[in-house]
């Protein structure tokens, strides 16, 4: 194939450039002389054809005969005639290849012949080297033996020399050091005398090198103790502080003495921060806790105490806790105060400490020595003890910040304290110090929150203190004006409960608004910007466990709790708590319930992100709580409320001899007092609770008739005192009757509404009137008394009942038991009772 | 177990008065007085028959008027003392008396109750003595000296506490000593019981809110407990087992039980009833069982373990034990000891104002309704056989 390629190619290059025609004509050559492979496929190409003038199979007797046979003469002449042409030029080209290549044959011999003359030439000149060479190897090792001996010499005087300079140099070291010492070059003395103190050790045997061991040695306890007392004046700068404890170290001073002594310095500095701190506080009381830091704390803090001398609370009053001096300095001020006093000294202390003592470089012997450990030790020893004095100092100032009112200082503070200790913490890894900062902040918080629920339990109380003067001071005037009007009703009943939804929704909105605030100020702790709210106890047990229990649901179970004190304390005691009040908070507990109680915790779980992983009070059982409160409280009220009437029923009957009163005129003042009341308890409760659902009245409900003989169930309950010979089969009958009437629970649970609090109230009211009327004997005018009194009460009674035969049962059994114990049982006809009532 | 089905009696007219027999202890025997202004009042002696389920009645006449309070004495079976109401000429009064009851009335006894010959042909009291009270007042009771000879009475008169000493076959009564209770407004004594502990030397009394104690052997008060319940006082009970144990009532509905010694604060609370509690009875054996009686026609049974003189079940004292009980009885000291309500009773359709233990059966119990309705009851045998065993 490549051949192919290459004779194609050599057959199609166009004749017109040079260096390709030139190949051409190489090609032919080579084809000629069949020197290249080339000739080789072209021939295999070509090569059966005997007919191809160029193939070397040509055959020139078959090619003649060929032409022979198929050209005519005149294609013959033409034949030849190129043939000869042809022919011509083939021989000149080869008369020019012949040329050519005899002219560089004879180039070639010249050259070589030029060629081997050179080459002797310089055989002889090499010849020449090596002699030369030779003469000077001798020459060289001869001048080496002679200078042999004097080298030696030289080199030991040099010795000697060197050992004269560093003798010089320790003959000179003491003046040397004292000019050091004098000019206060303590460094390069010191250096000076490390080269020198070897080999003054080593040659202390001698006297004259003694002497100078021991001039330079009290030279160098001179330094010693200079820069002794330059250390302990502490005056200097941190930069030669370190070199004053570094030269120290090199002069062989026990690491830890000067670790001591650095500390101890520090410390006093330190502790005078602390003392300033200190005189911030208040001055802890005589039984209080002891100074911190030493006695000498009196003479300083009345050292600060003297800028504000003008204050109240000078010297003249010690005694007096209330010209006590309160803080000079709100919280932040103080905290500020102690981050950039003593926090930063702190800071700056075990820098330098660290600086000098526990990173320096190790050389030399004092490697060994181990001084980083002791020396973190020490300062680990001394930053506990001084920032337990200083967290105690914060601690006492935190706890004296009772106020509530600004919780955002409160927090800056706490985080300022937090953050500058971070500080501490990156100086000092693995110190305690941060960890125990954050116990305190975290304190703080706990501290905080016990703070705010106090603050709301007495926001709560305090609220009721008020509701329960707005309720009293109405109620005074109210009544008086009340007392001497006839049948107010509800138009003109008391002033107070015409406030009441009004102090209710005044009441629970500024609860709810205080319980925001406080969140909102709890919520602070939290802020993203406040370094410590990312600890693990304020995302999660504050939130969860603090705000929400410990906040939140402990101030709603103290609302639920001290509204069941008001039922169970004033109960016996004489009910000191005005029944408004009892159906106010009885409202509250069940708008908690209902709603209240939901919305606060939403908002809390929702501000605080509280993710409950420690379990927590359920909303539910928290409106369980509230519910049973409500409930408890509505009964408290319909006891108290039944009470007061009843006690009025009871009096006027009990006081007064029924046997020998008058014929009855008018209906008794106790009972349209008893309406009356009756009216403005439901005007009352009505402002707060729903209507309720009531039987359908019959038409003509305030007209009922009671009548002795005619009453249904008189006839035949108490038959027997009219027809004694039926006395089983009437007792029989009275029985019988009763178990188709449902029994009555006197003092049962009201349900949330108007009607069902009236109803309640209304049956123990009855009730006890029919059990006090049991246990009177009465007469004629007794008899018929009760009666007016009985249908007046069923005129105006029955529309606050929710089953208005509730009152038509009572007020049957109290005119028929009074009928059984009436001795002249002779009753009034029902049309005079009707005029009578009318009347009023 | 089944428990018996309680056993109701009705009597004709209506009835506040109750008391066991005190000086039977064989025949469960009940003494009811009856109030009417306008007949004859009764005394219903009411005989229990335990083992037949029967009541057996006997009527005696009380015609001085109607009976507010009744006690037998603890002495003589036959002896006892009325509280009754006496109208004459548009004056009531109250009165106390002492009276014999026939000695043929137990003849009747043995008839069958729907005899009419019996009811109607009833025989009368005989009076023995008036507690003639003239100069003090309305009595409202008459207390019998506990476990004594029956020859000492107290009678309460409006605020006036009165001794008796009864002599002469009870014949005659003479004041032997007296205190009275000082104070603004009209006080009045609604309640009072003998205490049967320190040699019948103490007397407690109620009147309005407060309960008093008092020395017989000089007439003086020794505690009070101011406001022991919200409303008036009812009744009193002393337990027979613990001396300085007592029981109240009142009309706020609760019953409150009181260790004397420390009157600021009662031992225990029970609010059950929803009205006005009448009457109070710790059982005379075993004095956790306590009854109460309210006008809210209930009558309730308590079992007060905690406060009981029994509070660790009952001590085995009989010989006859076997082992295998005193195990049993080990056992049962562990038990947690919760005070609990045994049992409401609702036979009643009227306010029961009295409810009394007999004396003959200490498991069994009688409670009287307004409307004249006797029912007798007996603790469920469950509980019973509990504190037996």
Redesign the interface.
């Known amino acids: 194939m490549d051949g192919d390629i290459c004779a194609t190619a050599t057959a199609t290059t166009p004749p017109d450039s040079d260096p390709t025609r030139k190949r051409r004509v190489h090609g032919m050559l080579k084809l000629y002389y069949g020197l290249n492979e080339e000739g080789k496929t072209v021939d295999q190409a070509e090569s059966m054809n005997p007919c191809d003038i160029n193939g070397t199979h040509f055959d020139p007797e078959v090619y003649l005969n060929k032409l022979r046979r198929e050209c005519s003469l005149g294609e013959l002449m033409d034949q030849e005639s190129c043939m000869v042409k042809q022919i011509r030029s083939l021989d000149s080209d080869m008369q020019t290849l012949v040329y050519e290549n005899y002219n560089k044959f004879i180039s070639a011999t010249d050259t070589i012949r030029k060629m081997k003359n050179d080459f002797k030439k310089m055989e002889d000149e090499m010849d020449c080297l090596s002699t030369n060479m030779a003469a000077i190897t001798e020459f060289s090792a001869h001048i080496s033996g002679t200078l042999q001996d004097q080298h030696a010499q030289i080199t030991k005087l040099s010795g000697v020399h060197t050992l004269l300079r560093k003798l010089q140099f320790l003959f000179e070291l003491p003046a040397r050091l004292n000019k050091c010492l004098e000019l206060q070059a303590y460094s390069q003395a010191v250096s000076s005398h490390r080269r020198a103190r070897c080999v003054l050790q080593q040659y202390s045997h001698m006297p004259s090198f003694r002497g100078i061991q021991d001039d330079c040695n009290a030279i160098m306890d001179k330094l010693a103790q200079e820069l002794r007392q330059k250390f302990r004046d502490g005056g200097s700068s941190a930069k030669d502080l370190s070199e004053c404890v570094e030269l120290l170290l090199q002069l062989d001073e026990p690491a830890e003495e000067l670790c001591d002594k650095f500390l101890i310095h520090a410390q006093s500095r330190l502790e005078a921060n602390l003392r300033g701190l200190e005189a911030e506080l208040r001055p802890p009381l005589s039984s209080g806790p002891t100074s911190v830091i030493d006695p000498s704390i009196g003479p300083a803090r009345r050292l600060s105490a003297a800028p504000t001398a003008g204050s109240p609370a000078d010297p003249t009053f010690p005694g007096n806790p209330f010209l006590s001096p309160s803080s000079r300095t709100d919280i932040l001020e103080f905290i500020d105060r102690g981050c950039n006093e003593f926090v930063s000294s702190l800071c700056l202390a075990i820098a330098s400490y660290q600086e000098l003592f526990v990173n320096r470089p190790q050389e030399g012997n004092l490697a060994s020595k181990n001084i980083p450990h002791m020396a973190i030790g020490k300062l680990h020893a001394f930053v506990d003890a001084l920032a337990t004095c200083y967290f105690s100092l914060v601690e006492r100032r935190i706890q004296e910040e009772k106020s509530v009112g600004d919780n955002s200082l409160l927090v800056r503070a706490l985080d300022r304290f937090h953050r500058r200790l971070q500080a501490v913490a990156k100086l000092l890894p693995g110190s305690a110090v941060p960890s125990q900062g954050t116990e305190i902040v975290v304190r703080a918080a706990r501290e905080r929150i016990k703070q705010y629920l106090a603050a709301l339990q007495s926001f709560y109380l305090d609220s009721l203190r008020d509701v329960r003067q707005a309720l009293a001071a109405p109620r005074l005037g109210g009544s008086s004006a009340g007392g001497g009007s006839h049948l107010a009703g509800p138009a003109t009943g008391k002033d107070a409960p015409a406030s009441l939804p009004e102090l209710l929704s005044s009441l629970s909105a500024s609860i709810l608004n205080q319980i925001k605030s406080v969140l909102a100020s709890v919520h602070l702790f939290t802020a993203k910007d406040i370094t410590f709210s990312n600890k693990p106890y304020f995302k999660g047990e504050f939130c969860s466990q603090g705000v929400r229990e410990s906040l939140v649901v402990n101030f709603i179970k103290f609302v639920c709790q001290s509204s069941r004190q008001f039922c169970e304390s004033a109960?016996?005691?004489?009910g000191s708590t005005p029944p408004a009040l009892l159906l106010l908070l009885s409202r509250l507990c069940l708008n908690y319930e209902t709603s209240t109680i939901t919305y606060i915790l939403t908002l809390t779980d929702e501000q605080f992100l509280v993710q409950h992983r420690s379990p927590v009070t359920a909303v539910a059982a928290l409106c369980g709580e509230a519910r049973e409160a409500a409930q408890k409280l509505l009964n408290h009220y319909v006891k108290v409320q039944g009470?007061i009437i009843s006690q009025m029923l009871r009096k006027s009957v009990e006081t007064r001899d029924w046997?020998?009163t008058i014929e009855p005129r008018n209906v008794r003042a106790v009972m349209k007092r008893v309406v009356e009341d009756t009216t403005s308890i439901d005007v009352q409760v009505g402002l707060l609770y729903e209507e309720g659902v009531r039987k359908a009245h019959s038409s003509d409900s305030s007209k009922r008739t009671f009548s002795v003989y005619s009453g249904s169930r008189q006839q035949t309950r108490y038959a027997?005192?009219y027809t004694?010979s039926a006395?089983?089969d009437t007792?029989?009958l009275?029985?019988i009757q009763?178990l188709f009437s449902e029994?009555i629970?006197?003092?049962?649970p009201v349900e949330f509404n108007k009607v069902s609090v009236l109803t309640g109230i209304i049956k123990i009211s009855l009730?006890t009137f029919l059990?006090c009327v049991?246990l009177r004997?009465f007469?004629r005018y007794g008899l018929q008394q009760i009666q007016v009194d009985c249908n007046y009460l069923q005129m105006y009674l029955w529309r606050f009942v929710s089953d208005e035969n509730l009152v038509h049962f009572l007020l049957d059994e109290i005119v028929g038991s009074t009928a059984?114990?009436?001795?002249d049982p002779a009753p009034m006809e029902q049309s005079v009772i009707e005029v009578i009532c009318e009347r009023g | 177990m089944e428990d018996d089905a309680p056993v109701i009696y009705?009597l004709?007219?209506?009835a506040r008065a109750l008391t066991s027999q005190t000086a039977e202890s064989d025949a469960i025997r009940f003494l009811v007085g009856t109030q009417?202004?306008?007949?004859d009042n009764q005394i219903h002696i009411i005989d229990f028959d335990d083992e037949n389920n029967i009541i057996s009645k006997s009527v005696l006449q009380h015609q001085a008027g109607e009976i507010w309070h009744i006690s037998a004495s603890p002495a003589d079976k036959a002896v006892l003392a009325t509280c009754y109401?006496k109208?004459s000429e548009?004056?009531?009064v109250t009165c106390g008396a002492v009276w014999r009851m026939p000695p043929e009335w137990e003849s009747g006894s043995h008839e069958s109750p729907d005899d009419p010959h019996n009811s109607h042909n009833p025989q009368n009291l005989e009076l023995l003595c008036h507690l003639d009270n003239s100069s003090h007042g309305n009595a409202s009771c008459v207390l019998w000296e506990p476990m004594g000879d029956g020859k000492h009475v107290i009678s309460l008169a409006d605020n006036h506490a009165l001794l008796w000493d009864l002599t002469e076959s009870s014949t005659q009564a003479t004041i032997s000593s007296s205190a009275t209770l000082e104070g603004k407004g009209q006080l009045k004594f609604t309640a009072g019981k003998w205490s049967p502990h320190h040699n019948c030397t103490q007397l407690a009394t109620a009147n309005d809110t407060a309960i008093r104690g008092w020395d017989l052997r000089t007439m003086s008060q020794i505690y009070c407990i101011e406001?022991a319940?919200?409303?008036l006082v009812r009744d009193l009970d002393f337990n027979p087992n613990k001396q300085y144990y007592l029981a109240s009532c009142g009309d706020?509905?609760k019953v409150k039980f009181w260790d004397v010694r420390n009157i600021n604060e009662p031992v225990k609370n029970l609010e059950e009833h929803?009205?006005?509690v009448w009457s109070v009875r710790y059982n005379h054996s075993h004095d956790q069982l306590v009854l109460t009686g309210s006008?809210?026609?209930r009558v309730i049974l308590s079992n007060m373990v905690s406060i009981s003189s029994e509070p660790f079940g009952h001590l085995v004292d009989d010989d006859d034990l076997s082992d295998g009980e005193d195990n049993h009885q080990d056992e049962k000291t562990k038990e947690p000891l919760q005070d609990s309500i045994i049992s409401t009773y609702?036979e009643h359709?009227d306010?029961v104002y009295a409810v009394e233990w007999s004396s003959a059966d200490p498991w069994l119990f009688a409670s009287l309704s307004?409307?004249?309705?006797l029912v007798i009851n007996r603790v469920p045998r469950a509980l019973k056989y509990h504190i037996l065993l």
């Open positions: 109960g016996d005691r004489g009470l046997v020998n027997p005192s004694p006395a089983m007792n029989l009275s029985n009763k029994r629970d006197i003092f049962s009730k059990e049991r004997t007469g059984h114990r009436c001795l | 009705g004709e007219f209506q009417s202004l306008k007949f109401n109208t548009s004056r009531v406001n319940h919200g409303q706020d509905c929803s009205h006005w006008s809210d026609s609702e359709e306010s307004y409307d004249g309705r």
